[in-house]
């Protein structure tokens, strides 16, 4: 009868020490969504499949997890389908809803069904888990969580600039300071290909150039020729690779580069404009970049693209990312609703801030105290006394059983107890407890009824 | 291309007014699972089917999701099993994984996976969504949130007393006053069933007496019957249809009829410790209650069983229950590990609290400032003033583009937003900015150097 259990690959439990840490980061980002003006929403974790296939490309199709029809499916299946034994065309006649591949596509759907109960320009945030069939390996899970900030129904530069500053915010807060925010700009990228004479190549021109960084530039010319790209359209091209200086100065060599392009213009502009208010207003501790080899989502973003690189000497793709989509929910059937968005990455900031020691140590804590349990007739006035302080506040447990003193103390040092109450007989007919101080191993004597003064005096000393 | 869209029966979209009235349950469910000691665990939303298969009865191994194996899962099938076209059998084949059903089983498999790293007693929470095939009907989802707390490791009875007074606590915070946490034991209901002879048909003398409040006296006796329990067998437990008074008066009843039954009696020991020690210490605003005829769950507890009812006259089934079991873990190999837990019910606990309006009217708010915008020059100042409150923890926002200002109060009116900022040629002029109070229509005048304590003058005023 006895299984040995175990989880699906790619999944996870987490321990109360992980989901500490997890729920620590998640609010902080969410104090942050929210003094940045943007609400929450929650959607169904499955779709109908139709909703989300087809929304992320043939790869993105294959990675979704289906779920099996209820009840006896396959009676529902013609003949000539079961026949083919195919596994695409039989998916369709026994699964009907998918589970969500990530917030976006659900948040379009979202948008266009509510349409006449938001109050536009709408900003939403959104931080639920999303799943996906991939290969497991370190760091990528088949079930993790995404925490989406977007805004529908504003096209102003100044959406921008905002998340520039909320990215800025939020990792300033988790104490990670010295963050790149790396920003580039889709109509950038159309206008280079554009000028080179590459338009149609413009997909294939990006994947290579995004990969300079980690290739080097000729690697990554021999690939854009490969893929198509005359040596003449490098050449002409050179620019981007001798790209130095300032986001400015940058912004300058750009402007020659893109001269005769009207979208490479736009793009410019608006970079400048963002990068010239956000450095107005100045950012906390996070660096603003120019990166013109930026090209992440590119099937999809249409102005503004970041990214969030770790603080130097941290070894950890990015840690953010998001961009301006000009009709995501047309798709749905709602057009030209300009969206903009960006999503923090839980998992790799838990990575780079435990890599870090950032976490803070009263994260360690989930027990202010621990009341001996010293039998019958003590344990009801301990019980009595641990019920005055949780009513005020604090984390506070009676031990469950008299077992030996030095079982339950061993049981506190395991839990990290700050505080260990002895309440024996002696105690209870002196109508006193003793506090002992775990950490300097202080014992102080307290009456009974002063029960709301010791609390007060804990939580003080947090 | 563009479909209309919708999602699937029985699953719900969240609306940023409703994510804050979760929201604020589960905070407050949270705050006190922490006060009484219990630790936050989470678990994947799929588990591997055999960890869940076979532990719910027939019609729960019906209602639980399966999820469709990726890839091209039909080659695996061999060709008996695909010719038989038969769905249970072919289910297990092309399904290997499921969505969670429940929280127990999967904290079951937690404990036993990791019990070389769990201090015993373990006291876990757990708030996470759960999904069931069932039909959906009013207040009855496939998707939906359960909220537990359990400890395992623990026999004492001290466990069943904290519970009671966690109740009462939350409900009392929840500002629901005046529920009814129903009591009984298991042990009575088996020492029933043994004084009156039918012990083999206990499931069915308790389902019958489940229904006494619903169906009376009559028809739960014609259902015993009709089920084989003699006449004898029935008028031997008429004491039970006849139980008055206070708690104490019930159990001394119950000590007669149960004199000759040793399990029975210990369930009546069980039931007097714990309800003498939680009216020693007192309860806040609930009310316990001695039910003989409660048998949630029967295959299931082996101890206490409880059950919360709304207040009085509001109509509404349980919003929450639970009880002890001996012997949980030992499906997944773990045998003799005391359990004893209670489940909030989440949604209903919303509609209670809708309807008795007990929601404070600040989660009407999601926005406490928003600051107009009168184009370019003003909106650079603006946005600094919008950063500067954030900065000091208001959620503030600038309109997104210099609309006409009557639309923009009217978004500022739908947000609901307590104050509205103005900031135009004249005031940037002079150094200084507006403050309209959209209650009071009042306006007041601040130096913009000022924001900061404008800021805690807004906080100061919640």
């Known amino acids: 009868m006895a299984q040995k259990p175990s989880i699906p690959k790619g999944t996870r439990d987490f321990s109360p020490a992980e989901v500490s840490k997890r729920t620590y980061i998640i609010q902080i980002i969410k ?16 779709e109908n499949s139709e909703t989300l296939m087809g929304k992320y490309g043939d790869e993105g199709d294959r990675l979704i997890f289906k779920i099996l029809n209820s009840g006896d499916f396959i009676s529902k299946v013609d003949d000539v389908t079961y026949s ?19 917030l976006t596509v659900p948040f379009a759907r979202y948008v266009v069904m509510h349409q006449n109960e938001i109050d536009f320009p709408f900003k939403r945030y959104q931080i639920q888990p999303v799943w996906r069939a991939d290969r497991p390996q370190k760091g990528r899970f088949r079930e993790f969580y995404q925490c989406d900030a977007d805004v529908v129904g504003a096209d102003s530069l100044l959406q921008e600039v905002e998340f520039v500053q909320l990215y800025d915010a939020v990792f300033t807060d988790l104490g990670l300071k010295g963050c790149t925010i790396k920003i580039n700009n889709r109509k950038i990228l159309s206008g280079i290909a554009e000028v080179i004479g590459a338009k149609r190549l413009l997909v294939d021109f990006t994947v290579a150039l995004d990969k300079l960084d980690k290739i080097g530039e000729e690697k990554v010319k021999v690939e854009m020729m490969e893929k198509g790209i005359s040596e003449g359209a490098i050449a002409k091209a050179q620019p981007l690779f001798e790209m130095t200086g300032t986001a400015s100065e940058q912004l300058e060599q750009l402007k020659t580069l ?3 392009s ?7 502009y608006e970079l400048e404009e963002i990068i010239s208010t956000a450095s107005t207003i100045g950012l906390q501790s996070a660096h603003l970049q120019l990166d013109v080899t930026l090209a992440r989502g590119l099937n999809y973003y249409t102005g503004a693209i970041f990214e969030v690189a770790a603080p130097e000497g941290v070894s950890m793709g990015s840690i953010g990312g998001g961009g301006r989509y000009d009709d995501l929910t047309g798709i749905f059937g709602l057009p030209n609703v300009s969206g903009v968005g960006i999503s923090f990455g839980l998992d790799r900031i838990y990575l780079v801030l435990e890599e870090l020691n950032l976490f803070p140590d009263s994260l360690d804590t989930s027990l202010d105290v621990l009341c ?11 019980l009595k006394l641990v019920s005055t302080l ?5 984390r506070a447990d009676l031990y469950p059983s008299d077992a030996k003193v030095q ?32 950490k300097t191993g202080d014992q102080k004597s307290y009456d009974l009824d002063a029960a709301p003064q010791f609390a007060e005096a804990v939580k003080f000393d947090f």
């Open 31 to 46: 104090k942050h969504f929210e003094t940045y003006g943007f609400q929450p929403i929650e959607t169904p974790s499955f």
């Open 84 to 102: 083919s034994k195919n596994s695409a065309s039989l998916t369709q006649k026994i699964s009907e809803k998918a589970l969500r591949y990530d």
């Open 258 to 260: 893109l001269a005769n």
């Open 262 to 268: 009207e979208v490479g213009m736009r793009g410019v």
């Open 372 to 382: 001996l349990n010293f039998g019958k007739g003590e344990g009801l006035a301990s």
């Open 390 to 394: 949780r009513k005020a506040g604090l």
């Open 407 to 438: 079982k339950q103390f061993k049981y506190a040092d395991k839990r990290n107890v700050p505080y260990v109450i002895l309440l024996g007989e002696q105690e209870l007919a002196e109508g006193k407890f003793v506090v002992k101080n775990m």
